[in-house]
């Protein structure tokens, strides 16, 4: 699976036209927005790019985030200093074109922005994700994912237990 698609940082040379995940505030996001953002460093934003095709087949944006540490799942809250805002990385969006459905193309996109988080020179403590509906409240407590805090689709992945693994 992973010869099939290389993951690099969002370039010029990319061409988002034609991406469509069949989640249109996501692609117009993609297409319209990203750039913007990137530049202004609100958040990076990394492609999965067909090695065959040169195509994008997915995204997502990764960003340096805080949450309130009384926010946090019990089990987790033990687990770290007791500051007032715990810093996180938050995966801000993240998409797979139609196309490449059915590849485990997420997961895969998943895996690399956790891993992007445990190797950062800069300190979190977890991955934080507000998923936009069920289906993707399901995906991430499927890979991990616990909800914290008073937010529906607040969910939360602790870092330490990736960095034990690797």
């Known amino acids: 699976m992973t010869s099939l698609f290389q993951i690099a940082v969002l370039g010029t040379a990319h061409d988002r036209s034609g991406f469509s995940s069949g989640t ?39 960003a340096a ?40 193309l997420g997961g895969a996109l998943l895996w690399d922005a956790a891993q ?8 979190v403590s977890a991955l934080v994700v507000d998923a936009k509906d069920d289906a993707a409240e399901s995906f991430y407590r499927h890979h991990g994912f616990v909800p914290f805090g008073s937010q ?5 992945l602790p870092l330490a237990s990736l960095k034990e693994k690797h």
């Open 116 to 123: 992007r988080a445990v190797r950062s020179e800069v300190a």
């Open 65 to 104: 985030s805080g949450i309130p540490f009384t926010d946090l799942p019990p089990e987790l809250a033990k687990k770290i200093p007791r500051y007032p805002s715990v810093p996180v990385a938050r995966l801000g969006r993240l998409a797979v074109d139609r196309k490449y459905r059915g590849q485990k």
């Open 24 to 62: 249109e505030a996501l692609d117009r996001y993609f297409r319209e927005q990203v750039t913007q953002d990137v530049r202004r460093r609100a958040t990076a934003c990394y492609v999965a790019i067909d090695s065959a095709t040169g195509a994008v087949a997915g995204y997502y944006t990764l």
């Open 152 to 156: 529906p689709r607040q969910l939360v």
